[in-house]
T-cell receptor
């Protein structure tokens, strides 16, 4: 199976919270990342979390890490239409600086 | 800095033709990556360079694909001959690992390749 797995689609109503989930397989992951890809553009780093943390908050974004279950989530509060994009989960392992990306979750925000 | 620059942004070609994609990484970055994105396969790492040297090309689909990095500010990805199944968006990304514990990759805008 894939090293990093995500569901492919998520649809939410504007103003609601979005939760995008990711599972990874390698317990030696050091950093976990969320990248955002807007239509017609490349990926851009949204946030990251170090593996010795279990939560990181940045304005409307909350990242939760459950190392036991190898589960990472990204919560977007008060989701706006501008949040519509593809969100990629990624991990880097040990001393490697080469991230492994998931397939991405398309977030669709409707009025 | 202008970010990672890729050219062309769009390329339409016929099967059998040679295609060359170009990338200028962010100045000072020591890693350069080539990715391919399709609906079917998602984002695939094709090859990456460190200090202009190819480190891992295990993601290159077949011998029709080749990549070079003649200097720190330029890289090419060539497909010869091209086939319809090569149609995808190709991204170049660069990163710097000097002084940072985590890795942030900076992506270019991509080249959308269509092979007819």
């Amino acid at each position: 199976g894939e090293d990093v797995e995500q569901s492919l689609f998520l649809s939410v109503r504007e103003g609601d919270s979005s939760v995008i989930n990711c599972t990874y397989t390698d317990s030696s992951s050091t950093y976990l990342y969320w990248y955002k890809q807007e239509p017609g553009a490349g990926l851009q780093l949204l946030t990251y979390i170090f593996s010795n943390m279990d939560m990181k908050q940045d304005q409307r974004l909350t990242v939760l890490l459950n190392k036991k279950d190898k589960h990472l989530s990204l919560r977007i509060a008060d989701t706006q239409t501008g949040d519509s994009a593809i969100y990629f989960c990624a991990e880097s392992i040990g001393g490697s600086y080469i991230p492994t990306f998931g397939r991405g979750t398309s977030l669709i925000v409707h009025p | 800095d202008a970010g990672v620059i890729q050219s062309p942004r769009h390329e339409v070609t016929e099967m059998g033709q040679e295609v060359t994609l170009r990338c200028k990484p962010i100045s000072g970055h020591d890693y350069l990556f080539w990715y391919r994105q399709t609906m079917m396969r998602g984002l695939e790492l094709l090859i990456y360079f460190n200090n202009n040297v190819p480190i891992d090309d295990s993601g290159m689909p077949e011998d029709r694909f080749s990549a070079k990095m003649p200097n720190a500010s330029f890289s090419t990805l060539k497909i010869q001959p091209s086939e319809p199944r090569d149609s995808a968006v190709y991204f170049c990304a660069s990163s710097s690992h000097r002084g940072l514990a985590y890795n942030e990759q900076f992506f270019g805008p991509g080249t959308r390749l269509t092979v007819l």
